[in-house]
């Protein structure tokens, strides 16, 4: 079927109309801008606030009153007795203070010593406590051990530590039916002025294993007393007791 009209000639017939047109409002637009006017803005006058309200209350007028100050009256000196004139023709006594410096060349013979005065006061014995086997100066002495401070502190310790291995029953830990493995049991007692072993305590897994403990301790030896100061004294001794229940 064929076309009767061309369609872009039939746009073309219109082209100079729409050219006139965007003449027209290009000049119309260009006409505004040149005939606009601006004006400068006016801001009105501030309203002016009245503190009339807040300035009726009148101050009061102080007056100013000069307070005089009161004489203070200080009362009179003393009045100076009357001062008695003596005479140069009385004889005043004179003191005579005897001297007690002993002179270097008199001699001090017996009769003039006397101790009445002297008061013969008894000495106190010291009280000293017990002093720890680490800090005692001069240590408790097992039997048989000999040596220095330091030679009978290891003798004492191994000797204690020998009593203990033969007289401690350690199959005790096995018929309490305690569990398998290392126990231990803790040991203090006193090695008092006299050697004496006193004041032993325990502690250990079982009540019966503390009882054996303490009978063991308390068979100790006598032992020759620790002395501090040059002073016998009671000297605190604690060992730990190992030993291994096997199942």
């Given at each position: 079927m064929e076309i009767k009209k061309n369609p872009r000639q039939q746009l073309e017939n219109f082209s100079k109309i729409f050219?006139?047109?965007g003449i027209v409002l290009t000049?119309?637009?260009?006409?505004?801008?040149?005939?606009h006017k601006t004006y400068e803005k006016t801001y009105g006058e501030l309203e002016t606030v009245v503190l009339v309200a807040e300035m009726t209350e009148e101050i009061p007028i102080v007056k100013v009153?000069?307070?005089?100050?009161?004489?203070?009256?200080?009362?009179?000196?003393?009045?100076?007795?009357?001062?008695?004139?003596?005479?140069?023709?009385?004889?005043?006594?004179?003191?005579?203070?005897?001297?007690?410096?002993?002179?270097?060349?008199?001699?001090?013979?017996?009769?003039?010593?006397?101790?009445?005065?002297?008061?013969?006061i008894a000495e106190q014995e010291s009280i000293v406590e017990d002093v720890p086997f680490m800090m005692i100066q001069n240590v408790p002495v097992y039997p048989g051990c000999k040596g220095n401070n330091e030679q009978?502190?290891?003798?004492?310790?191994?000797k204690v530590s020998k009593h203990f291995g033969?007289?401690?029953?350690?199959?005790?830990?096995?018929?309490?039916?305690?569990?398998?493995?290392k126990k231990s049991i803790y040991v203090v007692f006193t090695v008092d002025k006299a050697g004496n072993i006193t004041n032993v305590r325990a502690r250990g897994p079982h009540p019966t294993l503390e009882k054996e403990v303490v009978q063991v301790t308390q068979s100790l030896p006598k032992m020759t007393p620790g002395k501090q100061h040059g002073v016998s004294v009671g000297v605190t001794y604690s060992i730990p007791i190992t030993f291994e229940v096997i199942m």
């Open positions: 050219f006139q047109i000049l119309f637009i260009i006409y505004t801008f040149i005939e009153i000069k307070i005089k100050p009161t004489q203070v009256k200080t009362p009179p000196p003393p009045s100076i007795e009357k001062l008695e004139v003596v005479k140069d023709d009385v004889e005043v006594p004179e003191t005579i203070i005897e001297s007690t410096e002993t002179d270097e060349n008199e001699a001090i013979t017996d009769a003039d010593v006397t101790t009445d005065d002297i008061v013969e009978l502190k290891k003798c004492f310790t191994k033969r007289n401690f029953n350690a199959n005790l830990g096995n018929e309490l039916g305690l569990s398998s493995g």
